[in-house]
């Protein structure tokens, strides 16, 4: 059964049919008996997707929806929103992954009885994951912004940190029991009541919540369930899909959540009956896990403005400094990236804390499918209203927001949690970094991702310098550019430790990696990386000391470190990297540089006549589209292959293919030897032939790809003309702050193929010079700053 109510935008339209945005611009001005906007604005209209699905099929433009899109698109067109999709989405899946009988006895039969049986299969399952001893969590999950890791609101609304048991049966505001509320007690206890009877609040029913759990449990086995219950809750299903619900279950429920996790209800879930169908559908196919993070990976690519994400090699090496650990906190969760990344072991506990009740429980759905480890939720504002005081954990993992000014400063000047002295105003990473502290037992070790300004502002030195003396922060790691966003950053990571006593003769590790930094945009490298940190961390914290590598780590005394600034940047006390070779390797660059320009010399194209400019009959790149003479096609899939990506800055720089893509359902385009790729934006005429290089790269985003046919047109001859500046500028069109390059109205000249071949070596020679010219110039550009730095250091003298 189709779900009317989900709706999909133009662009979801082009990948359900494989064609661009203009083209379905083109159905509807063409077909009158195309889909009519059901929501969404003028400029970006919605459509009923089963309507679509529908139309597509009449016209013979759609065989079968792919499943991965179509449970995609349900997701992302749902009335309640994609987050609240994809809670509904997570829920179901961790029923499947735990108790997959379960399921199949609740999903036989039509919707409504779905909506009816599946809120208790839930609350059981979500019980035995996420309660302590079945003390189910407090209130309802409210509503909120849907932020990266936002700190500064208070917590959800009715929530209650520490999952407190709050009654046994589900009460409206008024605080009169609705006629198919559920006792929460006799979920946790296995379906009795409180005084050891069946349950008849059970949707299930004591007997056939015992035969869903075996094996050999069949469809049949739950047809006969008829308990008050189930016909109430059936009822309330009925009202809500008539649109006339009674007063009672309008009412929202004040206890129906497993900690940070909602469990919908009965009219919540009507809507979300074709999704929970196909998203069982693809579990069978992908698992319930894959199917989750690839729904989830896929939400967080289309709102990238709306986290700040923590990328996975990030997490690992995060996880990594911090070791293994029975007790993980991560008091802002985000998604959950930072507990997912540590290493599993036996009867460990994780603690996910954050302050946007969506994030919180996608975070312990994500957690409960990756692990078996005791997943514990809370909403709220860690700062202001910290859920568990109490706790002492083994490591605490944390990428705190930067540069929060609302974070309690004036509600919390007396907090017992300031032991290394009260932050400043513009010093929340602080706050983040001493709660941390307090939150571990003596000798636990926390990792927290800060930014390079936590370092040394002056309104912190004296809590980094109490940090130092007392032998809290053990390590300083100065990142790559580009490790986490902000991306032109050099983030930094504090490895600190609860000191049982201060060491008699304290000293920090300090490591920089920034010369791992990658290349273009394709990233650090991080196995270079990880390789450097965490050995120099695992010698450090076993030895009491490391071995220094000049340029990339070394053991400093605290008392060093101590002065009027107290800065902890590692580039400021390192040594430089050595340079006892460095004469040689100058000599060896101006070696290949003296190579590189009599090869320009040689590459250097003869003086032309003064001839009179010819004219030849043109014709359009669309045009030899459409006639077969190349193919056309666009980047921006990732694919399921892990493969490098082009991506435009490569094309326009000429460096390797350094880029990467999310995985997606529709293929990448690949590149074979011979296909010209065009960059569309930036308003340069600049063209790249696919060499062994760049073949059987990625095609990233914001480049069209030209496949000539060999026997009709010279892939130099299509590249050279692509390139020329009024051919450019004719085919170009203009907006406020940039430049687009329409591809298919540039211009090439009609030739026979021997004088396209003709022009095309010409043009080849051409591109074989201006490389040549940009490896002098960087040879030129390394020759000099190596000079400047042998002349500093004392490695080259003056003579």
């Given at each position: 059964?189709?779900?009317?109510?989900?709706?999909?935008?133009?662009?979801?339209?082009?990948?359900?049919?494989?064609?661009?945005?203009?083209?379905?611009?083109?159905?509807?001005?063409?077909?009158t008996d195309?889909?009519?906007?059901?929501?969404?604005?003028?400029?970006?209209?919605?459509?009923?997707?089963?309507?679509?699905?529908?139309?597509?099929?009449?016209?013979?433009?759609?065989?079968?929806?792919?499943?991965?899109?179509?449970?995609?698109?349900?997701?992302?067109?749902?009335?309640?929103?994609?987050?609240?999709?994809?809670?509904?989405?997570?829920?179901?899946?961790?029923?499947?992954?735990?108790?997959?009988?379960?399921?199949?006895?609740?999903s036989?039969?039509?919707?409504?009885?779905?909506?009816?049986?599946?809120?208790?299969?839930?609350?059981?399952?979500?019980?035995?994951?996420?309660?302590?001893?079945?003390?189910?969590?407090?209130?309802?999950?409210?509503?909120?912004?849907?932020?990266?890791?936002?700190?500064s609101?208070?917590?959800?609304?009715?929530?209650?940190?520490?999952?407190v048991?709050?009654g046994?049966s589900?009460?409206?505001?008024?605080?009169?029991?609705?006629?198919?509320a559920?006792?929460?007690?006799?979920?946790v206890?296995?379906?009795?009541?409180?005084?050891g009877?069946?349950?008849?609040?059970?949707?299930?029913?004591?007997?056939?919540?015992?035969?869903?759990?075996?094996?050999?449990?069949?469809?049949?086995?739950?047809?006969?369930?008829?308990?008050?219950s189930?016909?109430?809750?059936?009822?309330?299903?009925?009202?809500?899909?008539?649109?006339?619900?009674?007063?009672?279950?309008?009412?929202?429920?004040?206890?129906?959540?497993?900690?940070?996790?909602?469990?919908?209800?009965?009219?919540?879930i009507?809507?979300?009956?074709?999704?929970?169908?196909?998203?069982?559908?693809?579990?069978?196919?992908?698992?319930?896990?894959q199917?989750?993070?690839?729904?989830?990976?896929?939400?967080?690519?289309?709102?990238?403005?709306?986290?700040?994400?923590?990328?996975a090699?990030?997490?690992?090496?995060m996880?990594?400094?911090?070791?293994?650990a029975?007790?993980?906190?991560?008091?802002?969760?985000?998604?959950?990236?930072?507990?997912?990344?540590?290493?599993?072991?036996?009867?460990?506990?994780?603690y996910?804390?954050?302050?946007?009740?969506e994030?919180?429980?996608?975070?312990?759905?994500?957690?409960?499918?990756?692990?078996?480890?005791?997943?514990?939720?809370?909403?709220?504002?860690?700062?202001?209203?910290?859920?568990?005081?109490e706790?002492?954990?083994?490591?605490?993992?944390?990428?705190?927001?930067?540069?929060?000014?609302?974070?309690?400063?004036?509600?919390?000047?007396?907090?017992p949690?300031?032991?290394?002295?009260?932050p400043?105003?513009?010093?929340?990473?602080?706050?983040?970094?001493?709660?941390?502290l307090?939150?571990?037992?003596?000798?636990?070790?926390?990792v927290?991702?800060?930014?390079?300004?936590?370092?040394?502002?002056?309104?912190?030195?004296?809590?980094r310098?109490?940090?130092?003396?007392?032998?809290?922060?053990?390590?300083?790691?100065?990142l790559?550019?580009?490790?986490a966003?902000?991306?032109?950053?050099p983030?930094?990571?504090?490895?600190?430790?609860?000191?049982?006593?201060?060491?008699?003769?304290?000293?920090?590790?300090l490591?920089?990696a920034?010369?791992?930094?990658?290349?273009?945009?394709?990233?650090?490298?991080?196995?270079?990386?990880?390789?450097?940190?965490?050995?120099?961390?695992?010698?450090?914290?076993?030895?009491?000391?490391?071995?220094?590598?000049?340029?990339?780590a070394?053991?400093?005394?605290?008392?060093?470190?101590?002065?009027?600034?107290?800065?902890?940047?590692?580039?400021?006390?390192?040594?430089?990297?050595?340079?006892?070779?460095?004469?040689?390797?100058?000599?060896a660059?101006?070696?290949?540089?003296?190579?590189?320009?009599?090869?320009?010399?040689?590459?250097?194209?003869?003086?032309?006549?003064?001839?009179?400019?010819?004219?030849?009959?043109?014709?359009?790149?669309?045009?030899?589209?459409?006639?077969?003479?190349?193919?056309?096609?666009?980047?921006?899939?990732?694919?399921?292959?892990?493969?490098?990506?082009?991506?435009?800055?490569?094309?326009?720089?000429?460096?390797?293919?350094?880029?990467?893509?999310?995985?997606?359902?529709?293929?990448?385009?690949?590149?074979?030897?011979?296909?010209?790729?065009?960059?569309?934006?930036?308003?340069?005429?600049?063209?790249?032939?696919?060499?062994?290089?760049?073949?059987?790269?990625?095609?990233?985003r914001?480049?069209?790809?030209?496949?000539?046919?060999?026997?009709?047109?010279?892939?130099?001859?299509?590249?050279?003309?692509?390139?020329?500046?009024?051919?450019?500028?004719?085919?170009?069109?203009?907006?406020?702050?940039?430049?687009?390059?329409?591809?298919?109205?540039?211009?090439?000249?009609?030739?026979?193929?021997?004088?396209q071949?003709?022009?095309?070596?010409?043009?080849?020679?051409?591109?074989?010079?201006?490389?040549?010219?940009?490896?002098?110039?960087?040879?030129?550009?390394?020759?000099?700053?190596?000079?400047?730095?042998?002349?500093?250091?004392?490695?080259?003298?003056?003579?």
């Amino acid at each position: 059964m189709q779900d009317n109510a989900t709706e999909v935008t133009a662009a979801g339209i082009a990948r359900l049919a494989g064609v661009g945005r203009a083209a379905v611009s083109n159905w509807r001005r063409r077909h009158t008996d195309f889909p009519k906007p059901v929501g969404g604005t003028e400029a970006s209209p919605a459509f009923a997707l089963a309507e679509v699905e529908a139309w597509l099929r009449r016209q013979g433009k759609l065989a079968e929806v792919p499943l991965r899109e179509r449970v995609w698109q349900q997701l992302a067109g749902h009335p309640e929103g994609p987050v609240a999709a994809l809670a509904h989405a997570g829920c179901v899946l961790l029923l499947i992954h735990d108790r997959p009988t379960v399921w199949l006895e609740v999903s036989a039969g039509s919707d409504a009885r779905l909506a009816a049986m599946l809120p208790e299969a839930l609350r059981q399952v979500l019980t035995m994951r996420f309660t302590d001893g079945g003390r189910v969590g407090g209130g309802r999950v409210g509503g909120g912004q849907v932020g990266g890791r936002s700190t500064s609101g208070g917590p959800g609304a009715g929530a209650r940190p520490g999952g407190v048991h709050d009654g046994t049966s589900a009460v409206t505001p008024s605080g009169v029991n609705e006629p198919g509320a559920v006792n929460t007690e006799a979920a946790v206890h296995g379906g009795t009541g409180s005084n050891g009877s069946p349950s008849v609040n059970s949707p299930l029913g004591p007997q056939n919540a015992t035969a869903m759990n075996t094996p050999s449990a069949t469809r049949d086995a739950a047809e006969p369930v008829n308990t008050p219950s189930t016909r109430a809750a059936e009822a309330e299903v009925h009202a809500a899909r008539e649109g006339h619900r009674p007063p009672a279950v309008n009412a929202r429920r004040t206890v129906n959540s497993i900690g940070a996790v909602h469990i919908p209800t009965g009219p919540e879930i009507l809507p979300s009956a074709p999704l929970l169908r196909g998203a069982a559908e693809l579990a069978a196919e992908l698992g319930a896990r894959q199917t989750f993070e690839f729904l989830l990976g896929r939400h967080l690519d289309a709102n990238p403005r709306q986290y700040t994400l923590t990328p996975a090699e990030l997490a690992r090496l995060m996880a990594g400094l911090a070791g293994p650990a029975r007790t993980v906190l991560d008091p802002a969760c985000g998604t959950g990236a930072l507990l997912r990344a540590v290493e599993t072991h036996p009867d460990q506990e994780l603690y996910a804390r954050d302050s946007a009740p969506e994030l919180a429980a996608l975070t312990m759905l994500r957690l409960a499918l990756h692990t078996r480890a005791d997943v514990h939720g809370a909403i709220g504002d860690t700062l202001r209203a910290d859920a568990r005081p109490e706790l002492r954990a083994d490591a605490v993992l944390c990428h705190p927001p930067f540069n929060e000014r609302n974070w309690g400063h004036d509600e919390l000047a007396y907090d017992p949690r300031w032991e290394y002295g009260f932050p400043a105003r513009t010093e929340s990473e602080l706050a983040w970094v001493q709660h941390a502290l307090a939150r571990l037992r003596d000798g636990g070790t926390a990792v927290l991702l800060m930014p390079p300004a936590a370092a040394s502002r002056r309104s912190g030195r004296r809590i980094r310098a109490d940090l130092l003396r007392r032998g809290a922060l053990r390590a300083v790691v100065a990142l790559p550019v580009g490790a986490a966003p902000p991306y032109n950053i050099p983030l930094h990571l504090w490895v600190l430790r609860r000191p049982g006593q201060a060491p008699a003769q304290p000293e920090v590790l300090l490591v920089d990696a920034g010369q791992f930094a990658g290349e273009g945009r394709g990233g650090p490298d991080w196995l270079a990386v990880q390789e450097a940190v965490l050995d120099a961390w695992r010698a450090f914290d076993r030895d009491g000391g490391v071995e220094e590598r000049p340029g990339v780590a070394r053991c400093v005394p605290v008392i060093e470190l101590l002065d009027d600034d107290v800065d902890l940047a590692p580039a400021r006390h390192l040594p430089p990297p050595t340079a006892a070779d460095g004469a040689e390797q100058l000599t060896a660059v101006r070696e290949r540089l003296g190579e590189t320009l009599r090869l320009t010399t040689g590459l250097t194209p003869a003086p032309t006549g003064a001839d009179r400019p010819v004219r030849w009959p043109l014709t359009t790149v669309g045009e030899l589209a459409r006639g077969g003479a190349l193919v056309m096609r666009t980047g921006g899939n990732g694919g399921h292959a892990r493969v490098p990506v082009l991506t435009d800055h490569d094309v326009l720089a000429g460096t390797a293919p350094s880029g990467t893509l999310p995985a997606s359902e529709e293929e990448a385009v690949l590149t074979e030897p011979g296909d010209v790729v065009v960059p569309v934006l930036g308003g340069g005429a600049v063209v790249r032939v696919v060499d062994d290089v760049t073949r059987g790269a990625a095609l990233g985003r914001n480049l069209v790809l030209l496949r000539p046919d060999p026997a009709a047109l010279d892939a130099w001859f299509l590249a050279g003309f692509l390139r020329g500046t009024a051919n450019n500028r004719q085919a170009s069109s203009y907006a406020s702050t940039a430049t687009r390059l329409d591809v298919r109205r540039l211009q090439l000249p009609r030739l026979p193929l021997d004088e396209q071949r003709r022009y095309g070596a010409r043009f080849r020679a051409l591109d074989e010079f201006e490389r040549a010219l940009r490896l002098a110039s960087r040879l030129g550009d390394q020759l000099v700053r190596g000079m400047y730095d042998g002349l500093t250091d004392g490695t080259v003298t003056p003579d």
